[in-house]
């Protein structure tokens, strides 16, 4: 944490509901401070219903930049006043600067996600195949960064086909090189389909305090497969503890997480945070570093 603030310090932050729950300050002030800028970063709670009198108040203040997280990442798009295509793409937001008067959305999901599968999975998502569990925001931004990084193809998976259908027609036109499908979430019960899949990416809010995809079973994967699950509480999902079962390649979001909020630091302050350092502080607070030590990040 900055502790020589004043009053030319520049004030950067989050807002979310609920928001107490972040680790974005634990490790954005970490990287400010590594770096001598005189930012402080700072959580905001910001209730659904005093979404635009918040952001006319973090204009009015002269935020320098803010990260915005669940339930405003889609409904702050309408209230800002540009976005860059990747954000546009996406149709969501997780990175706002400011920029003179105006502010602009960002979202750094899509090059998290990318670069945490090449650094904790070895993973090159050129010419593969991936399922992707979920059809919400998250796999808006996944669905953008696998097609971008040139995948072969994308299987959607939802539990709800009709949002996953629109999903896919979303992206049809715009990733014409790229071959996307849907298919029911019974995929999951060891359903032959899957030694096609190079990768599965969970998307999904599935995994957190222990809940689990019903009948899961991922024996028919091939043995170089490599499971990913953006959720990181608790560090081994379930669906990371099958992998694990089946002898796969596997990790979480921690290094998602740390990589989208490099990517924010440097649209904010135009510096690259130290290497390393935003995961490093993740996994501390976590406890998660002996999981990593013992091959929840599996090479």
């Known amino acids: 944490m900055n502790n020589n603030i004043t009053g030319k310090t520049g004030v950067l932050g989050i807002i ?49 930049g803010f990260n915005v997280t669940i339930p405003h990442k889609e409904a702050i798009v309408g209230l800002l006043d540009g976005l860059t295509d990747e954000a546009r793409l996406i149709g969501a937001v ?37 399922l992707l569990l979920g059809a919400g925001g998250a796999a808006r931004a996944a669905i953008v960064g696998l097609c971008r990084a040139g995948a072969a193809s994308v299987i959607v998976a939802n539990r709800t086909p009709e949002k996953a259908e629109r999903f896919v027609a979303d992206f049809r036109s715009v990733f014409s090189g790229a071959n ?18 190079d990768l599965l990416i969970n998307t999904t809010a599935v995994g957190l305090d222990g809940t689990t995809f019903d009948g899961l079973d991922l024996a028919p994967m091939a043995p170089c497969a490599c499971v990913y699950d953006m959720v990181y509480t608790p560090p081994l999902t379930p669906l990371l503890a099958e992998a694990r079962r089946n002898s796969l390649r596997f990790a979480n979001g921690v290094g998602m997480l740390a990589a989208q909020g490099e990517s924010a630091f440097s649209f904010w302050t135009g510096c690259e945070p130290p290497n390393g350092l935003m995961k490093s502080r993740l996994l501390a607070v976590l406890g998660s570093q002996d999981m990593l030590d013992n091959g929840l990040y599996s090479k």
């Open 180 to 197: 996307l499908a849907l298919s029911p979430l019974d995929i999951l019960k060891g359903d032959q389909r899957l030694k096609g899949v």
């Open 16 to 64: 979310g509901w609920p928001v107490a729950h972040s680790l974005s300050p634990l490790m954005q002030n970490a990287a400010c401070v590594a770096l001598g800028l005189d930012y402080v970063y700072v959580p905001f709670p910001v209730a659904p219903e005093n979404l635009r009198s918040a952001v006319d108040g973090l204009r009015v203040l002269g935020v320098a």
């Open 94 to 130: 997780n990175t706002v600067k400011r920029e003179g008067d105006r502010l602009i959305g960002h979202n750094t999901d899509a090059a998290g996600l990318i670069a945490s599968l090449q650094g904790d999975l070895g993973f090159d998502i050129e010419g593969r195949r991936v």
